[in-house]
């Protein structure tokens, strides 16, 4: 995909410095070296220095200077957050084959970290690429990037790697620590990463003033005869048949701790309560009023089964019983047979949810816990666990494509319920303290971005089909809500509930969805991108209306504008 639109950049991407030597290109966003590219072919998504808290938290970071060398550039930069504190220089340079970033690091202030270093970022077409591993020692492994997401990591012990990717036949050879392969796609990372520092040593580990780190990542690049990949040609749209039996998924959202504002138009909410926190009460009671007469997803974090216990005594009070309910493990964030076991049996009227709370990551990793229970799964999604960039949220929406792909075959026919699906991670599963177990989760400016309507959009095109029951999008009120927009995108979907998909394809960098409406095909068109996009002749096309309000013309070429979402109204 293109660049995305300019409201979901954050402040850093909106400035790149380009970098061009010789055959060799790239764009310098913030401190990230991103889409390196050798003769026009993308070899890496990024290389970029990264500082990683106890918690797994990445310190945010800032370039305070760039100077220009016979070779490539300097970028001076300091990473900062509660405690942390990290100066460092990174330079890039590069040859007629060679390209090379080293970073010098200096710690200023003491603290805990889990990893220090560089990593290197793969785009996810190298996916089944034959992949050879230089280990320390010398020896080597043949194997190849996954197919598959990759549950744990697909290399190990790394001192460089070879690979082939668009007729380019690459080198990565790294100094300055031991490196270790992960399968970023878990968490829609548009992505594998190799990075510094494996998992099997000790995390995490005290930093003093005055320690150094040096690292260095080199690639080497032979171009063959294969040409550069294409995007395949103009986006066109074209209908095909009803998908009798895929359905368009209910749409719901989170239930919010705010109850001022304008609602979700979504069909119904999704409500997680921890009997160990405060207000948990008030939360259950405020999403119970909230949904009305929508149904309530009522979900249960616990560390035990007796815990559940007060929960499901003020679930039996209730007049009017919740739609479903689930139970998950307060550390490991998994619905484990016992605690499925319990909730059926307390509350035996209430269909059980299973599967996990956190990202697919963890029902990636967890499929042999999960494999007796046979009923609904859900797992959740953040397209920015580890990367804010606007970049990286467009990205994520063709990955979200490969998850619900390995989501539907660890299901193995079970239906599934994704989300909550929210621009920032509700609580981090990986942290390894009370203050990173119980942090608030944060809001993304981006909430209200007009071009959030065209993400959503292309979201559910990406994730809806055979088995997706629903799809649980932001929360019901409050600044991690949709508005403007993104809002009226949803309420599209919401309104699309339940009748059988259409076979739509339309060509990148457009997505669509569309359904089957008697003598007429409603169909949503996406453009996640910086730029308009055109288009031809629709026949049949009744009506075009863009989720900003904009009514457009439908007698020849349509224009779906940067960032837009487009509802469109085609006869059969």
Same mark, same amino acid.
């Given at each position: 995909m293109t660049t995305a639109p300019r409201d979901l950049l954050t402040p850093l991407?909106?400035?790149?410095?380009?970098?061009?030597?010789?055959?060799?290109?790239?764009?310098?966003?913030?401190?990230?070296?991103?889409?390196?590219?050798?003769?026009?072919?993308?070899?890496?998504?990024s290389i970029r220095f990264v500082v990683r808290d106890a918690d797994w938290g990445t310190v945010p970071r800032s370039v305070v200077g760039v100077d220009t060398?016979?070779?490539?550039?300097?970028?001076?930069?300091?990473? *900062?957050? $509660?405690?942390?504190?990290?100066? #460092?220089?990174?330079?890039?340079? %590069?040859?007629?084959? +060679? !390209?090379?970033?080293? &970073?010098?690091?200096?710690?200023?202030?003491?603290?805990?970290?889990?990893?220090?270093?560089?990593?290197?970022?793969?785009?996810?077409?190298?996916?089944?690429?034959?992949?050879?591993?230089?280990?320390?020692?010398?020896?080597?492994?043949?194997?190849?990037?996954?197919?598959?997401?990759?549950?744990?990591?697909? *290399?190990? $012990?790394?001192?460089?790697?070879? #690979?082939?990717?668009?007729?380019? %036949?690459?080198?990565? +050879? !790294?100094?300055?620590? &031991?490196?270790?392969?992960?399968?970023?796609?878990?968490?829609?990372?548009?992505?594998?990463?190799t990075y510094s520092t494996p998992l099997s040593r000790p995390f995490p580990v005290a930093v003093r003033v005055g320690e150094t780190i040096s690292q260095s990542i080199r690639l080497e690049c032979r171009a063959g005869d294969e040409g550069a990949t294409t995007d395949g040609g103009r986006p066109a749209l074209r209908l095909g048949a009803t998908l009798t039996g895929q359905t368009m998924p209910r749409i719901t959202a989170l239930a919010s701790s705010v109850h001022t504002g304008t609602p979700s138009p979504a069909a119904g909410?999704?409500?997680?309560?921890?009997?160990?926190?405060?207000?948990?009460?008030?939360?259950?009671?405020?999403?119970?009023?909230?949904?009305?007469?929508?149904?309530?997803?009522?979900?249960?974090?616990?560390?035990?089964?007796?815990?559940?216990?007060?929960?499901?005594?003020?679930?039996?009070?209730?007049?009017?019983?919740?739609?479903?309910v689930a139970a998950f493990d307060r550390v490991d964030h998994v619905a484990t047979p016992d605690l499925l076991d319990a909730l059926a049996v307390a509350v035996p009227v209430v269909p059980v949810l299973g599967g996990v709370r956190a990202h697919f990551t963890e029902l990636n990793r967890e499929q042999a816990r999960i494999a007796s229970w046979r009923g609904p799964l859900t797992f959740s999604m953040t397209p920015t666990m580890h990367d804010l960039s606007g970049h990286q949220l467009v990205e994520a929406l063709d990955v979200q494509r490969d998850v619900v792909r390995d989501a539907r075959s660890i299901a193995d026919g079970r239906p599934l319920r994704i989300g909550p699906i929210t621009l920032r991670a509700r609580f981090n599963a990986v942290a390894t303290s009370e203050a990173g177990l119980a942090a608030e989760p944060a809001t993304d400016d981006r909430q209200?971005?007009?071009?959030?309507?065209?993400?959503?959009?292309?979201?559910?095109?990406?994730?809806?089909?055979?088995?997706?029951?629903?799809?649980?999008?932001?929360?019901?009120?409050?600044?991690?809500?949709?508005?403007?927009?993104?809002?009226?995108?949803?309420?599209?979907?919401?309104?699309?509930?339940?009748?059988?998909?259409?076979?739509?394809?339309?060509?990148?960098?457009?997505?669509?969805?569309?359904?089957?409406?008697?003598?007429?095909?409603?169909?949503?068109?996406?453009?996640?991108?910086?730029?308009?996009?055109?288009?031809?002749?629709?026949?049949?096309?009744?009506s075009a209306v863009d989720a900003r309000g904009a009514t457009l013309e439908t007698g020849g070429e349509l224009s779906v504008g940067a960032g837009a979402a487009v509802s469109l109204v085609v006869a059969r």
């Open positions: 991407e909106r400035e790149p410095i380009a970098f061009a030597a010789g055959p060799w290109s790239a764009e310098i966003r913030g401190g990230e070296v991103d889409d390196i590219r050798f003769r026009g072919r993308l070899v890496a998504r060398t016979d070779h490539g550039l300097v970028l001076h930069g300091h990473s *900062a957050g $509660d405690g942390p504190e990290v100066a #460092w220089r990174l330079e890039i340079g %590069a040859g007629d084959t +060679v !390209f090379e970033a080293r &970073v010098d690091a200096s710690i200023e202030s003491p603290f805990d970290r889990n990893r220090i270093g560089l990593v290197l970022l793969h785009p996810t077409g190298v996916a089944g690429s034959s992949l050879r591993v230089i280990h320390p020692d010398g020896t080597e492994t043949a194997t190849e990037f996954p197919v598959a997401i990759a549950p744990h990591q697909p *290399a190990h $012990d790394i001192a460089a790697l070879e #690979w082939s990717t668009q007729g380019v %036949a690459a080198r990565a +050879v !790294f100094a300055g620590d &031991v490196f270790e392969m992960e399968d970023q796609r878990n968490w829609t990372d548009a992505s594998f990463k909410l999704v409500v997680e309560v921890d009997p160990q926190r405060p207000g948990w009460r008030e939360l259950l009671a405020g999403a119970r009023a909230d949904a009305g007469e929508r149904p309530l997803d009522v979900r249960i974090v616990v560390g035990a089964a007796a815990e559940l216990a007060p929960v499901v005594a003020v679930l039996t009070e209730w007049s009017v019983p919740p739609a479903s209200g971005a007009d071009s959030l309507a065209a993400w959503v959009v292309a979201s559910v095109a990406a994730l809806a089909g055979d088995g997706v029951e629903s799809l649980c999008y932001f929360e019901e009120r409050g600044p991690r809500a949709a508005s403007g927009a993104a809002a009226v995108a949803l309420g599209w979907l919401v309104a699309l509930e339940g009748r059988d998909l259409v076979d739509v394809s339309i060509g990148e960098p457009l997505a669509a969805i569309g359904v089957d409406a008697g003598d007429e095909i409603v169909v949503l068109v996406a453009n996640p991108t910086d730029t308009d996009v055109a288009l031809p002749a629709i026949p049949g096309l009744r």
